[in-house]
C-alpha cells in the first residue's frame, strides 16, 4: 500500500486531525485500471458534494490540484487494477465540535491492490437481515462521510456464511447493505430503495439508472416483504460492480437473465469508460 499525505509521500496525519477525533470529512473508494479511473467524474463529484453539505467546499483551485495530482502522480504507478482510497477531513482546529471558520483539509490518497469479486459475480452470494438499522438524517444522507458506525457495527453481527447484510431504517424500509446498494427485479421493472434520508448513494448505482435503455427504473420506500417477492435480486458498489443474490435469510433466488443482461452492459460500459 502507498500512502500521500497532502500530496506528500508519507503514512500519518496529525492526532489533532478533525477527521480521527469526529469523522468529519468524506471519502471515495474508486476502482482503477492502468490508464483509467473508473467513474472518475461521479466519485469526485460525491466527494464535492460531501465536502459542501459539511461546509468545507473545495475551491477550484484545489479540485484542479486533486485532479491534476490524481492523472499526473497516481495514475502512472497504476500496473494493475488496484483501489485508489480518497479521503479528506477538515484539518486540525476548532475547540470541541466547533469547527473553524477556515480549515486546512487535511487530503490522504492511498493505493491498494483490488479485492477479487469474479467469483461472486458469477455465483452469486447470500444476504441476512442486519440487526443494526441505519439512521435517518437529511442533512447526511447520501454522502459518503467517515461516520461509519453503524455500518462497522453491522458487520460485526455479519455471519461468516454471508456475504453482506441488509439495513433497514427505523420505519423498517430498505435501505441498502453494508457496503453496497441493493435492486431487485420484478416483472420486468428494475427497483432500487430511495436514500433522500439515509444510506450512500453508490457511483454504481447512479451508473445503473442512468444508463438504463431497456428498464423502467422505480425508485421509492419499500419493506423487506416487498424484495422478498421479487424474481431477482443483486447488489452493486463500484467495486464489485454487479453481484447477483441467490439467498436472503433461508429464501432462493435464482441468478435471473435480467441480471446478467444488466452484468455484461455495465461491464461494456466500464471497459469503454462510459460511466
Known sequence: MT?????RLEESVSVADRGLAYGDGVFETIRVFPLNFLQISDHLS?????LSRLGMPFSLDQKNALSDFLDQHILPLIYDESVVKIIVSRGEGGRGYLAP????????IGILPAP???DHRAKGV???LSPVPISSNRFLSGIKHLNRLENVMAKRFLKAADFEAIML???QELVECIQSNLFWVEKGILYTPSLHQSGVQGTYRKAIIENQDSYTVQIGDYSLPVLMAADEVFITNSLMGIVPVIRITGTSFPIGIHTRKLQISMQAKDMHGVH
Open 3 to 7: 500512502w500521500f499525505v497532502n500530496y
Open 46 to 50: 460525491r466527494l464535492y458534494r460531501g
Open 101 to 108: 471558520e477556515h480549515c486546512i483539509h487535511s487530503i490522504i
Open 116 to 118: 477479487d469479486y469474479q
Open 126 to 128: 447470500s444476504l441476512s
Open 169 to 171: 431504517n427505523e420505519r
